[in-house]
T-cell receptor, first 114, second 113 residues
Framework: KNQVEQSPQSLIILEGKNCTLQ??????????LRWYKQDTGRGPVSLTI?????NTKSNGRYTATLDADTKQSSLHITASQLSDSASYIC?????????????FGRGTQLTVWP | EADIYQTPRYLVIGTGKKITLECSQT?????MYWYQQDPGMELHLIHY???????EKGDLSSESTVSRIRTEHFPLTLESARPSHTSQYLC????????????FGPGTRLTVL
C-alpha cells in the first residue's frame, strides 16, 4: 500500500532556532517528492520538488533532502521565523498512472514562538 | 496574474440545502482536482478532470458531483448537504510540466449544521 508517514506530528520551537522534519514513504514506482507549506485555512504552497536523482534542494531557508534508497526525506528550516508557523506536508507522486497520483502525509504542525 | 480561485471561502448552511463550491483557474491547465481535508488529516482526492467534459471519481467516496464545461471552471455540487459533509474542500490544477505540479486554491471551509 502506498503511504507517506511524517514525524513529528507537531513541533514547537523558538524563533531563530533550526528544525528538521521527517518523511518516510512507500510509494512505488516513485516519480518525485514535494514539500508543501500550508498556513491555517489556506491551500498548500509548494516549497521544493525533488526527483529520484536529486538528493538536496534549497529554497531560501528551507532545505530538503531525499534518500531514494531508504525512501526518506527531510525538510530543514534554518533560523525560523514566526511566519514559518504552519503545517508542512510531504507529498509523493507515483509514475504509474497518467494522472500522476499524489500521496499526502498528514503533515507536521510547526509552531514558532517569539 | 495566473492563479486559482475558490469561492466562497467560508460557508455555514443547514442540513438538506443544495450548495455549489466554485473553482476557477487562469493558468490554462487541463487537469483539475478536488480534495477533502479534515483537521490534522491528509488530503483525500474526491474528484478530478483531465479536461473539458472529463470527470472522474477519486480515492475517497464522496456524495458530491462535479462538472467541467469550461477549461477554467470546475465546480463541485452537493445536492443535499449533511453534517458529515463538514470539511475543508481544496481545488487544484496542474499543467503539462514533467513534475505534474499541482497548484492549490485557498480552500472552502464548509460547515453543515
Amino acid at each position: 500500500k502506498n503511504q507517506v508517514e511524517q514525524s513529528p506530528q507537531s513541533l514547537i520551537i523558538l524563533e531563530g532556532k533550526n528544525c528538521t522534519l521527517q518523511c518516510n514513504y512507500t510509494v512505488s514506482p516513485f516519480s518525485n517528492l514535494r514539500w508543501y507549506k500550508q498556513d491555517t485555512g489556506r491551500g498548500p504552497v509548494s516549497l521544493t520538488i525533488m526527483t529520484f536523482s536529486e538528493n538536496t534542494k534549497s529554497n531560501g531557508r528551507y532545505t530538503a533532502t531525499l534518500d531514494a534508497d531508504t525512501k526518506q526525506s527531510s525538510l530543514h528550516i534554518t533560523a525560523s521565523q514566526l511566519s514559518d508557523s504552519a503545517s508542512y506536508i510531504c507529498v509523493v507522486s507515483d509514475r504509474g498512472s497518467t494522472l500522476g497520483r499524489l500521496y499526502f502525509g498528514r503533515g507536521t504542525q510547526l509552531t514558532v514562538w517569539p | 496574474e495566473a492563479d486559482i480561485y475558490q469561492t466562497p471561502r467560508y460557508l455555514v448552511i443547514g442540513t438538506g440545502k443544495k450548495i455549489t463550491l466554485e473553482c476557477s483557474q487562469t493558468m490554462g491547465h487541463d487537469k483539475m482536482y478536488w480534495y477533502q481535508q479534515d483537521p490534522g488529516m491528509e488530503l483525500h482526492l474526491i474528484h478530478y478532470s483531465y479536461g473539458v467534459n472529463s470527470t472522474e471519481k477519486g480515492d475517497l467516496s464522496s456524495e458530491s458531483t462535479v462538472s467541467r464545461i469550461r477549461t477554467e471552471h470546475f465546480p463541485l455540487t452537493l445536492e443535499s448537504a449533511r453534517p458529515s459533509h463538514t470539511s475543508q474542500y481544496l481545488c487544484a490544477s496542474s499543467g503539462e510540466s514533467s513534475y505534474n505540479e499541482q497548484f492549490f486554491g485557498p480552500g472552502t471551509r464548509l460547515t453543515v449544521l
